[in-house]
Nanobody, 124 residues
Framework: QVQVVESGGGLVQAGGSLRLSCAAS????????MGWFRQAPGKEREFVAA????????YYSDSVKGRFTISRDNVKNTVYLQMNSLKPEDTAVYYC?????????????????WGQGTQVTVSS
């Protein structure tokens, strides 16, 4: 049984920063990859960043590369998304997901478990 819970969303001005957290449980012998996706109004859920749970390899969408950093704390079973230089177009509900196989980190449909989402709003 896998559970993921996001936190850290909020309202921030353009150029500001936020740090999202994703607490994971039940991942023993499961979920090779943890990822962050986001969904803006009227749009599909899109890939943001992902990390290999054990090896630490990271993956980013072009739109956030250089601004966002994904990391994980294996002891705390927590994945983080540090978001810097935020833009209004980053406004979305951010979801944390777990992918058991982790063969295609950027593929939304490959993820097996999702958190409830946390709202990030970036004002102009």
């Amino acid at each position: 049984q896998v559970q993921v819970v996001e936190s850290g969303g909020g309202l921030v001005q353009a150029g500001g920063s936020l740090r999202l957290s994703c607490a994971a449980s039940g991942l023993t012998f499961s979920a090779n990859v943890m990822g962050w996706f986001r969904q803006a109004p009227g749009k599909e859920r899109e890939f943001v960043a992902a990390i290999n749970w054990r090896g630490g390899s990271t993956y980013y969408s072009d739109s956030v590369k250089g601004r966002f950093t994904i990391s994980r704390d294996n002891v705390k079973n927590t994945v983080y998304l540090q978001m810097n230089s935020l833009k209004p177009e980053d406004t979305a509900v951010y979801y944390c997901g777990a992918d058991r196989l982790g063969l295609r980190p950027g593929r939304r449909d490959d993820y097996d478990y999702w958190g409830q989402g946390t709202q990030v709003t970036v004002s102009s």
